[in-house]
């Protein structure tokens, strides 16, 4: 019986520490918590910033392609519209879409990213 009494005491007080107490492990966890969610605000706050610089070359260039279609229009009414303007017509338009696309996916990412916050 003292041999059992000697061999439970330890055995019982080592459970109590580690179940009462922050292990290892759990501290790694908590750690990697907090580096997620310090990655997730960094992450937010460069997406956000990207998002303001693409919307303003976005607005740029829907403003030189809207000028850019009504002077190609009027030419085309007065039989003067040339292949340099047309092709100049379409390759802004493929940049404004490549802009638009990029703003909407910066968008997407941003959404996802307080998604993930909100779920943490």
Known sequence: MKKVKKFLLPLLAILLLTACGETKTRKEINRRKAALIEHQ??????????????????????????????????????????????????????????????????GLKIRYIRKKMKNE
Do not use: G, P
Not at 69 to 95: C, G, P, Y
């Open 41 to 106: 605000q960094t992450e937010l706050k460069k997406a956000k910033a990207e998002l303001w610089k693409t919307d303003s070359v976005l607005q740029i260039v829907n403003k030189e392609f809207e000028t850019m279609t009504q002077q190609v229009e009027e030419h085309k009414k007065a039989l003067k519209v040339t292949e340099e303007e047309l092709t100049a017509l379409t390759m802004l338009r493929v940049k404004r879409d490549s802009i638009q696309t990029q703003y909407e996916a910066l």
